[in-house]
Structure formats: C-alpha cells, structure tokens
C-alpha cells in the first residue's frame, strides 16, 4: 500500500499543519512527512517534536524539516500557511492577504518539479484552491480544497446528539462556500439509510422542536464558535486533511465533500467550491452531481455567484 511508502510535505508548522501531521502520524497515513514553516527552525522544532512520539505509534514516519526545493519527489503537498481573521472579519476578509501568501508559496514547489496532488487548508480555502490551480498549472483533479468536508462532519455531529447515535451512521453534506453562503442540502441527508426529511414526517410530534434552519447555521458557525474560545481551529481540520490524504495515498476512492474545480458539473464552470468527489490516487477521480432540490439548487447557485465574484476581483 502507498501508506508505507507515500511522500507528504506540509506547508505550514503552525497549529493545523503540525494537528495534520499527528494526525496522520498516530494512523499511519504516510512513510514520510516534510514540514515547511515560515522559518526553517520553527518546522525543525516541529518535526523534532512529532517523531519523538515514533515509541507510541503502530508505524513509525519519518519527520524531518525541509524546503520548497525538495518538494519535488513529493506525493501530496498540503498548504495549510495563510492568513488568519481577526474578530469580527469573515474568511474572506483575509483574501488578499491569503492571495500573496499562496503566490509565494506555489511558485518555488512547481520549480522543484512537483507533479503530485495539492490538498489546500487555507482559507478562504475555496478561492486558494482555485488559485492554486491556476498557478500550479495542474490538471483539476490534482489540486483539493478542504472544502466543507470539516462542515459536514460539524453537521453529523450536531445530528448525532440530537438523534443519540454514532455521527459515523449520519450522511449528508454541507455545500457550496466553505463559509457564510454554505447550505446544508437537507434532501440527501440521511441516517441509517432513512432520509431525515422522512423521519420528521413520520415523527412530527417526537420531533417538532427541530428546527434545520437552526441547525444549518449552527453547522455553518460550528468554526466561529470554536474560534471565538480558543483563538483557532486545528484538531477538526488536521483530521479532515490526513482523512482526505489518506484516500489519496490508499487509493481508497471515498467519497468526499471537498473544494474541487468544477466544468460543467451542477451547471457550472471555472469555479471552486464545496461538493462530494471521490477521492483516490490521482485525485479527484470523479465529481458527484446530487439532484438537488430547486430551493437548494438556488442556495448552491448563490454561493457559487459569492465565490465568483470574488474570483473575479482577485484576477
């Protein structure tokens, strides 16, 4: 299996680069993990910090510091260095700041001759993912933003403890923006294989203080709430990156709410933004077009129109 063997820099030392790291580290993910940091002494002391925990672990990975010009023989390449908001600002408050970090950033891995997979953390992640993408010059399938795959393991969450289940037995998927114009598409949400539309039917009166309206947004804000506490996010999203990762490098071609370039699917092109994709060696493999419902057709739509303003300033 490529896990024993598969090559991944991550590109930030910081919180959310060094959580993805143990992450990956304590489930065996990948053979090697290089850190880049903003300096090469704060990723050493990373790393040096991360393999002391080899003695713990089913499988040992190597972890060492290293540089843009060894990204070459890499096999994925995570970017979780950006910009981070201030009180009060939203992910795209932080988007010119992002920009310039990303240019900096993309420009010395392509030199080394990289041709492996980009999994992008950094936000507003949708809009770095596609600049990225058009940056790298890699083919659509090779570049994946996080997207709302940490939003929609918020939403399972949130349903688990309202249902008393395991958020493993809930499916469903936030889309669209990571960010304020996400939606949860509440027409493909399951549990136990039943429809949860279905369930508050057949259950109106056992369930009539739910409120999904209520519920998507506390999805959407679940970040806010953690950021506003603790000043950051890190464990959620380090699990969302080794998890997508680890489908990369396995092969395992699970299914994904991830940040992926768009031609044509749901009506929509050049854009980036939050949808199901299978993951597997070479990326992306295939984007999943849900039939949506028209009112979520709409929200997806507006999202998308967010996103491609944005996008449109930035270039």
């Known amino acids: 299996m490529r896990s024993r063997t598969g090559k991944v820099a991550i590109v930030g030392a910081g919180l959310v680069g060094s959580s993805a790291a143990y992450s990956m580290i304590n489930q065996a993910i990948a053979g090697e993990i290089m850190l880049i940091g903003r300096t090469y002494e704060k990723a050493l002391g990373q790393a040096l910090d991360l393999s002391h925990s080899m003695d713990f672990t089913y499988q040992r990975t190597k972890v060492h510091a290293g540089t843009y010009a060894d990204c070459k023989d890499m096999d994925v390449i995570i ?16 988007l010119e700041e992002a920009v310039l970090i990303t240019k900096e950033i993309v420009a010395p891995i392509m030199e080394s001759g990289f041709q492996g997979v980009f999994v992008v953390a950094a936000n507003p992640v949708d809009i770095i993912t596609y600049l990225v993408w058009k940056l790298s010059g890699l083919p659509r399938s090779q570049v994946i933003g996080t997207g709302t795959s940490i939003d929609s393991s918020r939403l399972k969450t949130i349903l688990s403890e309202i249902f008393s289940i395991d958020p493993r037995s809930v499916h469903g998927y936030a889309l669209g923006e990571h960010g304020e114009s996400q939606f949860v598409a ?56 080794a998890f ?37 060696g070479r990326g ?29 300033n930035l270039l």
Not at 199 to 227: M, N, P, V, Y
Not at 302 to 311: P, T
């Open 79 to 94: 970017i979780t260095a950006g910009a981070n908001p201030k009180p009060g600002q939203t992910r795209l408050d932080i």
């Open 186 to 241: 509440w027409s493909h949400v399951t549990i136990g294989g039943k429809p949860i539309l279905h369930i508050l039917d057949q259950h109106k009166e056992r369930f009539k203080h739910l409120d999904l309206a209520d519920i998507s947004r506390k999805t959407r804000d679940a970040g806010w709430e953690i950021f506003t506490r603790k000043g950051s996010t890190q464990f959620g999203i380090g699990s969302a990156i």
């Open 244 to 280: 997508i990762t680890r489908s990369i490098l396995t092969d395992d071609h699970k299914i994904i709410a991830v940040s992926s370039i768009l031609d044509g699917e749901y009506g929509q092109k050049d854009i980036c933004v939050g949808v199901p994709a299978i993951i597997g």
């Open 284 to 312: 992306i493999e295939e984007v999943i077009e849900l039939q949506l419902a028209e009112e979520e057709m709409k929200l997806f739509e507006y999202s998308c129109q967010v996103l491609r303003g944005n996008i449109n």
